[in-house]
């Protein structure tokens, strides 16, 4: 019998799946899962990714299950799995949502279209973000994404199923090769989770949206908390932009919910904005965008500085806490990752590329094309971007005025005084004594002084910056990767959630 063999990436529901969708318009239809061993290897994966990836499997399963379907799990590589299905059973045509991954994926799905060609195999990709494949220019990207987020979101559709074997049978992380601890307070996957904080969100939190999302204590329930299931695809885009709309036009205006859900439909544009650029230029992942910036940090590479501060050992309060709870929750604010990269980049000079592989097995909620185009951005070397220092000290003050939340991941710290808390290095010796802590031993000392070796770094970064070919080579950068952002019209007898004029993310 002919089939459609959907492929299941990282989209996985059945609601908004165009792929699904497509495939069951004219044939049979089996749903395919392949656990690639060559990704989970990769430096960028993190057992925490693969233990939410199963959770999301077991719930896209029993959502298939419940209309008469079912998942089918294979280990292998892509090519490979597809390659044995094809001689067991030939498909006519092979469908999935376009994938904007690291590099492996790109080099992957590379590999996947010649053996597709090869067959005259169609190969049918849809668009799970507002993300264009070869874009001729940025010009018409942002009338692209509003078309592809006003559009009807797909029904689930009713298939005609392949029988599939059940139940799931998945390896256990260390077969993988992953052997990092799973964050005890991490999220859990599965669109049945990622439905109810959608609501929770859009109803109760996002009153709290604008003003809550930079400060570390605020954050975990002001923030969305839809980042991770929005990258395995429990979630469409376009369902979260139409319901956070929705509801927009539901609100009063003076409701706050309405200004939170306004701020966050725009950085759901930003968050594809980013993407895109990876899309357009895979080579980010490694590569500085600017080449200008080639040289600047590689070769003074510190393995000490990196060692102690992706053990927390920095000896800035606010950035050992902020190391702390990626530890044990897998998630932190956007404003903590920006100053986490910032310390890395300026004061500890380390190369952003060792580090955004770090910090991408510690966010569960890594998307590579917002991961390394945002790494870059911080560190300085998009050529285009505005140079963001952010001082831990400072950041402290601003969003922990009274320690609460560097006092909850760093227990030593519980004992020392407010005066002294956020620059525990600068106690006397004989409060020390009498609070009990002991600076380098029972908390780090600052690996380096900060204001010097802020001040250093931004020289070295501003002396490139202001060289004429490097100023020269900016316009192209800004042709290929810049926003073109303006104010929309007015959506039809609703006012536009998404309008305004930026030019880059605010953190």
């Not at 049979?28 to 499997?57: K, N």
């Not at 992957?108 to 507002?130: I, K, T």
């Not at 952010?390 to 909850?408: E, L, M």
């Amino acid at each position: 019998m002919s089939y459609h063999l959907v492929w299941f990436k990282r989209d996985l529901r059945v609601h908004d799946h165009a792929a699904l969708w497509h495939a069951s318009r004219q044939a049979s239809v089996m749903c395919l899962y392949i656990i690639e061993p060559s990704l989970w290897r990769a430096g960028d994966a993190a057992t925490q990714h693969y233990q939410f990836l199963r959770e999301s499997l077991l719930d896209l399963d029993l959502a298939l299950s419940k209309r008469g379907g079912g998942l089918r799990i294979k280990v292998g590589e892509a090519v490979e799995v597809l390659d044995r299905l094809w001689h067991e059973a030939p498909f006519a045509a092979l469908y999935s949502h376009q994938e904007t991954g690291n590099w492996l994926s790109f080099q992957r799905d590379l590999a996947v279209q010649r053996w597709c060609r090869a067959r005259s195999l169609p190969w049918h990709e849809f668009a799970q973000f507002g993300v264009v494949r070869r874009m001729p220019s940025r010009d018409q990207w942002q009338a692209h994404w509003e078309a592809l987020m006003a559009a009807p979101c797909l029904e689930v559709p009713s298939c005609r199923w392949i029988s599939t074997p059940s139940p799931l049978n998945m390896p256990e992380p260390h077969s993988l090769g992953l052997t990092q601890a799973d964050p005890p307070m991490r999220q859990r996957g599965g669109r049945r989770l990622a439905i109810e904080i959608l609501r929770d969100f859009l109803f109760q939190r996002s009153g709290f949206y604008r003003g809550g999302i930079s400060s570390p204590l605020s954050a975990p329930s002001a923030c969305s908390r839809l980042s991770a299931y929005l990258a395995f695809g429990c979630l469409s885009l376009r369902e979260v932009v139409q319901a956070s709309r929705r509801q927009i036009d539901a609100l009063p205006s003076n409701d706050a919910r309405r200004a939170g859900l306004t701020a966050f439909v725009s950085r759901l544009y930003w968050h594809c904005h980013f993407i895109q650029k990876l899309e357009s230029e895979p080579e980010l992942e490694f590569r500085n965008m600017h080449r200008g910036y080639d040289g600047l940090r590689e070769a003074d590479w510190n393995p000490a500085h990196f060692q102690a501060l992706s053990e927390g050992r920095s000896g800035w309060p606010l950035v050992d806490a902020c190391v702390a709870m990626l530890n044990h929750t897998g998630w932190l604010n956007f404003r903590m990752r920006a100053m986490l990269v910032s310390v890395a980049a300026y004061p500890l000079w380390l190369h952003w590329q060792p580090v955004g592989t770090w910090l991408a097995r510690q966010f569960l909620d890594y998307e590579p094309g917002i991961h390394w185009s945002q790494m870059q951005m911080q560190a300085g070397t998009t050529g285009i971007n505005t140079t963001r220092v952010y001082n831990p000290i400072k950041q402290a003050r601003d969003h922990d005025p009274h320690g609460h939340f560097v006092r909850q991941w760093l227990p030593a710290l519980r004992r020392v005084p407010d005066a002294w808390l956020f620059e525990p290095w600068r106690m006397p010796a004989k409060l020390q004594q009498q609070c009990g802590v002991k600076v380098g031993v029972d908390i780090a000392e600052p690996l380096v002084d900060l204001e010097t070796a802020t001040r250093q770094a931004k020289a070295r970064v501003y002396a490139i910056r202001g060289r004429a070919e490097v100023k020269a080579a900016k316009a192209e950068i800004v042709e290929k990767h810049g926003s073109r952002k303006r104010p929309m019209p007015r959506r039809p007898a609703k006012p536009s959630a998404g309008a305004g004029v930026q030019t880059e993310l605010e953190f």
